[in-house]
């Protein structure tokens, strides 16, 4: 006979007995506990009962508390209900917060098959807890270990897997699982194949039969390490959930601790954008040597350009003194006529130089300029409309590093009757302003001088001067020296080779500028 040491909450004695008096009919040795308040069934529950049987209304302490009380304590004793008030619902909800089973006392034949199924059912969790809390304290070593390589693995942003000899998997990183196989948790991979995940996403995408093309190429590798028993290394590509996509794969074959093949390890890495780029590379080759060429004609270009640039440059102001000087000389020569041709002549010939001097600077800019062919009519000369040149007395500074160019510019001004200073570069301006005592009015200055540039030396001068205008000189042109930033557009700008007409018109109109 089976003891069976039994709590009931009951509040009616005579219930009580009915229940202990089926057991005993049953079969069972019973010796039991009536309580019905808490106080007394917290203390009968610390003598650990086989067996709990609950009334389900009492009048201080009801079955609800009562399970409440058994969840706190996490007891693994079964408790069954035996009410005759309650309907199949409440049972069902009783059963939801940890009852074993329900007794109507209507019916308490059933109270002996149920108390000993509970008695047996329990006995088996009892064991198989005992089992595994053994097995865990046995293992707790490689579950320690599995825990780090599942959280060193599932931080990973390669795909990560082991497989058995069916291609089943063992193990899937996060990453697998996510980028690969599209499966809700690292669980749901174990046990399946690659071909079930690939069609699954297949059936997803019925309308477009290339939507998933993965799972068969897995399978034929895994195959392929099992019979070489060697590590390989893979290509695998196609689409992967709607996407084209290149997987460097390695694979190896797993062994267990007798050296018995027992699966598959593996792990890959997306390189699609690897691979696109390597394609782009290889069709672009051509174009890059193409291109490499033209770079290096460029390059030969620049540099005839930059030197071509340099001479105009240079030239421009030993034309501007050559074609200066010539006019200057023929307001002198009045009745010598051969002087005055010949004079001319220089002055044509300078003229010319300076057209010349002019393509030099066009083809510096990587101008494309048309030679005039033998034979082809002179350009027009456009007619200039007179513009009235007449002097002042205001004082003008000139700061020219080429003294020839800086000379006749000096006489072309006091020739019309300005007052003039002269400096060679922008430090000597610095110098001639200090020493001078009275306004100065305007500035003409060469963009591109030694240590102080033009545009600098105007900086400086402007607080002293406010009033001050500024003539900017250069053999470049306007549009090249503001294209480089040395200059700013819509500044007074002067362009060499000039001649003293262009200078006096160009000095008129810049004074008179605020007046007008």
Same mark, same amino acid.
């Given at each position: 006979?089976?003891?069976?040491?039994?709590?009931?909450?009951?509040?009616?004695?005579?219930?009580?007995?009915?229940?202990?008096?089926?057991?005993?009919?049953?079969?069972?040795? !019973?010796?039991?506990?009536?309580?019905?308040?808490?106080?007394?069934? #917290?203390? %009968?529950? %610390?003598?650990?009962?086989? +067996?709990? +049987?609950?009334?389900?209304?009492?009048?201080?302490?009801?079955?609800?508390?009562?399970?409440?009380?058994?969840?706190?304590?996490?007891?693994?004793?079964?408790? /069954?209900?035996?009410?005759?008030?309650?309907?199949?619902?409440?049972?069902?909800?009783?059963?939801?917060?940890?009852?074993?089973?329900?007794?109507?006392?209507?019916?308490?034949? #059933?109270?002996?098959?149920?108390?000993?199924?509970?008695?047996?059912?329990?006995?088996? =969790?009892?064991?198989?807890?005992? @089992?595994?809390?053994?097995?865990?304290?046995?293992?707790?070593?490689?579950?320690?270990? =599995?825990?780090?390589?599942?959280?060193?693995?599932?931080?990973?942003?390669? +795909?990560?897997?082991?497989?058995? +000899?069916?291609?089943?998997?063992?193990?899937?990183?996060?990453?697998?699982?996510?980028?690969?196989?599209?499966?809700?948790?690292?669980?749901?991979?174990?046990?399946?194949?690659?071909?079930?995940? @690939?069609?699954?996403? #297949?059936?997803?995408?019925?309308?477009?039969?290339?939507?998933?093309?993965?799972?068969?190429?897995?399978?034929?590798? *895994? $195959?392929?390490?099992?019979?070489?028993?060697?590590?390989?290394?893979?290509?695998?590509?196609?689409?992967?959930?709607?996407?084209?996509?290149?997987?460097?794969?390695?694979?190896?074959?797993?062994?267990?601790?007798?050296?018995?093949?027992?699966?598959?390890?593996?792990?890959?890495? *997306?390189?699609?954008?690897?691979?696109?780029?390597?394609?782009? #590379?290889?069709?672009?080759?051509?174009?890059?040597?193409?291109?490499?060429?033209?770079?290096?004609?460029?390059?030969?270009?620049?540099?005839?350009?930059?030197?071509?640039?340099?001479? @105009?440059?240079?030239?421009?102001? /030993? $034309?501007?003194?050559?074609?200066?000087?010539?006019?200057?000389?023929?307001?002198?020569?009045?009745?010598?006529?051969?002087?005055?041709?010949?004079?001319?002549?220089?002055?044509?010939?300078?003229?010319?130089?300076?057209?010349?001097?002019?393509?030099?600077?066009?083809?510096?800019?990587?101008?494309? !300029?048309?030679?005039?062919?033998?034979?082809?009519?002179?350009?027009?000369?456009?007619?200039?409309?007179?513009?009235?040149?007449?002097?002042?007395?205001?004082?003008?500074?000139?700061?020219?590093?080429?003294?020839?160019?800086?000379?006749?510019?000096?006489?072309? &001004?006091?020739?019309?009757? =300005?007052?003039?200073?002269?400096?060679?570069?922008?430090?000597?301006?610095?110098?001639?302003?200090?020493?001078?005592?009275?306004?100065?009015?305007?500035? /003409?200055?060469? !963009?591109?001088?030694?240590?102080?540039?033009?545009?600098?030396?105007?900086?400086?001068?402007?607080?002293? =001067?406010?009033?001050?205008?500024?003539?900017?000189?250069?053999?470049?042109?306007?549009?090249?020296?503001?294209?480089?930033?040395?200059?700013?557009?819509?500044?007074?700008?002067?362009?060499?080779?000039?001649?003293?007409?262009? &200078?006096?018109?160009? !000095?008129?109109?810049? $004074?008179?500028?605020?007046?007008?």
């Amino acid at each position: 006979m089976m003891t069976l040491h039994l709590l009931i909450l009951e509040d009616n004695p005579d219930d009580a007995e009915l229940a202990v008096k089926e057991l005993e009919r049953k079969g069972f040795n !019973v010796k039991w506990t009536r309580v019905d308040t808490e106080k007394a069934f #917290r203390k %009968a529950l %610390a003598k650990k009962p086989d +067996l709990i +049987l609950v009334d389900y209304s009492l009048p201080s302490f009801d079955c609800p508390a009562a399970l409440e009380v058994h969840r706190q304590l996490d007891l693994d004793i079964p408790l /069954i209900i035996i009410s005759g008030t309650i309907g199949e619902e409440v049972a069902v909800e009783c059963m939801k917060s940890g009852a074993t089973d329900c007794v109507f006392k209507d019916n308490l034949s #059933r109270l002996g098959p149920v108390v000993k199924r509970a008695l047996e059912e329990m006995k088996i =969790y009892r064991k198989s807890k005992q @089992a595994e809390e053994a097995l865990w304290k046995s293992e707790s070593r490689y579950k320690r270990l =599995y825990f780090m390589v599942r959280l060193m693995c599932d931080n990973l942003p390669d +795909l990560i897997w082991t497989k058995d +000899l069916e291609n089943r998997f063992i193990f899937a990183n996060k990453a697998c699982c996510e980028k690969l196989l599209n499966a809700k948790d690292t669980d749901e991979p174990v046990g399946k194949t690659d071909i079930y995940f @690939a069609a699954r996403e #297949r059936e997803s995408h019925p309308e477009n039969p290339e939507y998933h093309t993965f799972g068969e190429t897995c399978t034929e590798s *895994d $195959l392929a390490v099992m019979e070489t028993e060697k590590p390989l290394r893979f290509d695998e590509f196609g689409n992967l959930k709607g996407k084209f996509i290149y997987l460097d794969v390695y694979k190896a074959p797993f062994w267990d601790k007798k050296s018995n093949l027992i699966g598959t390890v593996g792990c890959a890495r *997306d390189i699609t954008r690897e691979k696109q780029i390597e394609e782009d #590379r290889k069709q672009s080759e051509e174009e890059k040597k193409k291109l490499e060429a033209q770079l290096r004609q460029s390059q030969k270009m620049e540099a005839i350009g930059t030197l071509a640039g340099s001479v @105009a440059h240079d030239f421009n102001n /030993i $034309l501007t003194t050559i074609i200066g000087n010539a006019e200057l000389a023929l307001m002198d020569v009045i009745k010598d006529e051969s002087l005055r041709k010949g004079i001319e002549e220089i002055k044509k010939a300078g003229e010319k130089a300076a057209s010349l001097t002019r393509q030099l600077l066009d083809f510096s800019r990587k101008q494309i !300029v048309q030679p005039k062919m033998k034979g082809d009519a002179e350009p027009e000369e456009k007619e200039q409309t007179p513009v009235d040149v007449p002097g002042g007395f205001e004082t003008v500074l000139i700061v020219e590093d080429d003294d020839n160019l800086r000379k006749f510019a000096q006489e072309v &001004l006091l020739l019309h009757g =300005y007052r003039v200073l002269d400096a060679e570069n922008g430090e000597d301006a610095l110098r001639v302003c200090k020493e001078h005592d009275g306004q100065i009015d305007l500035m /003409i200055a060469d !963009v591109v001088m030694p240590k102080i540039s033009g545009r600098e030396t105007a900086e400086r001068l402007q607080p002293l =001067y406010p009033q001050m205008k500024v003539i900017y000189v250069s053999g470049y042109t306007d549009n090249t020296i503001v294209h480089h930033g040395v200059l700013a557009p819509g500044l007074n700008f002067l362009e060499k080779p000039f001649t003293l007409e262009d &200078l006096a018109r160009k !000095v008129r109109e810049a $004074l008179d500028a605020e007046k007008k």
